[in-house]
């Protein structure tokens, strides 16, 4: 199986099984992702305890690659100090916009840092679904910003 092969499957699991999907009883935020160039929406909540993310839900409708990378990130997130969500956003972010002869992610930050996440670093070559993959990302950075 290819690497491209690979990372399809996992992003198809995720959009056929979202991990945390629904909302988060008691969130301490809400926020909404709306992606208008291809019709892709999505509410997250989150519940913190202290400085961690104790809690984070999806719940919205939209295409594969949305919707799998909302699941990849609550998967991600959960647990994770509000510091560490930050930097993940960065790694992330970092990623999708590395284009094919880049020399890709740094060395020093192992694909176990992003773990199914890396398997959205092939979308980064299509513009019009980046804004996809970004959309729980960017509602993510909404929400810690309401902190
Ligand atoms: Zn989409």
Not at 3 to 26: Q, T
Not at 86 to 106: N, S
Request: hydrophobic share 40%; proline share 3%.
């Amino acid at each position: 199986m290819s690497v491209e092969e690979l990372y399809r499957e996992v992003i198809l699991d995720h959009y056929r099984k979202p991990r945390h999907s629904g909302e988060v009883a008691d969130a301490d935020v809400t926020v909404e992702g709306v992606n208008p160039s291809c019709g892709d929406e999505l509410f997250l909540s989150l519940r913190y305890e202290g400085d961690t993310v104790a809690d984070a839900a999806i719940t919205g409708s939209g295409c594969s690659i949305s919707q799998a990378s909302a699941s990849m990130m609550t998967d991600a997130i959960i647990g994770k100090t509000v510091a560490e969500v930050d930097e993940l956003l960065g790694v992330f972010k970092k990623m999708m916009t590395i284009t094919e002869g880049d020399a890709g992610l740094d060395p020093d930050r192992p694909g176990a840092v992003l773990g199914d996440i890396e398997a959205l670093q092939g979308v980064s070559k299509f513009p019009v679904r980046i804004k996809c993959a970004d959309l729980a990302w960017t509602a993510l950075e909404d929400a810690l910003s309401q902190r």
